[in-house]
């Protein structure tokens, strides 16, 4: 027999090991969320998510907003913006800043970015297609001296396959010197409450420019 101890092999380790890289590229410090995260990879069953909002307030960026606690925010690579989700649904929210259109429209600027963000950029074969005026409710709020425009509106995608994916949204747009910027927060028609209807409203209502 080896008088070698036998090597005792953590069964967590590869598990941890994986929280942490995670944690450094999942763009999200909640730890419910990354482990999560980890445990779908594994094929796990995941934690209960954690409940709460939580703000977004970068002194770079020229927004601020509150979020789910348990969705992960990603940069926006392509262009100005964020872009933040919940990884278990299809729910998801981005902010998009764009050139005010020549004919002053920000209620068409505002659904164009939310159903056909950044114009059109990285698309695929998905078709996007965009609701007609007559289903856009709008409203107009004075909030801390700046106009915001609330929207609510349907929209759809029919995918390269043709599988059609139909969402509800909730906007708000706002201008600052020339700049569009618009919060969209969206969830599919098939998986909408209630309940998702009264986050993605606050979501939206939380929304300011600086």
């Not at 990879?41 to 606690?69: A, C, I, W």
């Not at 107009?140 to 700046?146: F, L």
């Not at 396959?161 to 969402?167: E, F, L, P, V």
């Not at 606050?202 to 300011?208: D, H, I, L, Q, Y």
């Amino acid at each position: 027999m080896s008088d070698y101890p036998k090597r005792v092999v953590d069964p967590t380790r590869s598990l941890r090991a994986s929280v942490n890289a995670t944690s450094l590229t999942i763009g999200s410090d909640d730890p419910t969320t990354i482990i999560n995260s980890v445990l779908a990879g594994y094929g796990l069953p995941k934690l209960p998510g954690s409940s709460g909002f939580k703000l977004l307030d970068d002194f770079e960026l020229e927004f601020t907003l509150e979020y789910p606690r348990s969705w992960v925010v990603r940069p926006n690579t392509l262009r100005q913006g964020v872009y933040i989700s919940d990884f278990n649904t299809a729910d998801k929210l981005s902010v998009e800043v764009l050139p005010l259109p020549a004919d002053g429209d920000l209620q068409g600027a505002a659904v164009s970015a939310a159903v056909v963000p950044g114009a059109g950029s990285g698309q695929q074969d998905d078709k996007l297609l965009l609701p007609p005026a007559s289903k856009v409710k709008t409203r107009t709020e004075q909030v801390d001296g700046k106009e915001y425009l609330y929207l609510e509106f349907p929209s759809e995608t029919v995918t390269r396959s043709g599988y059609q994916i139909r969402r509800k949204n909730f906007a708000v747009a706002t201008v600052k010197r020339g700049l569009v910027y618009t919060l969209n927060a969206s969830s599919r028609s098939d998986q909408f409450n209630k309940e998702k209807e009264a986050l993605l409203r606050r979501v939206v209502e939380s929304f300011r420019v600086r």
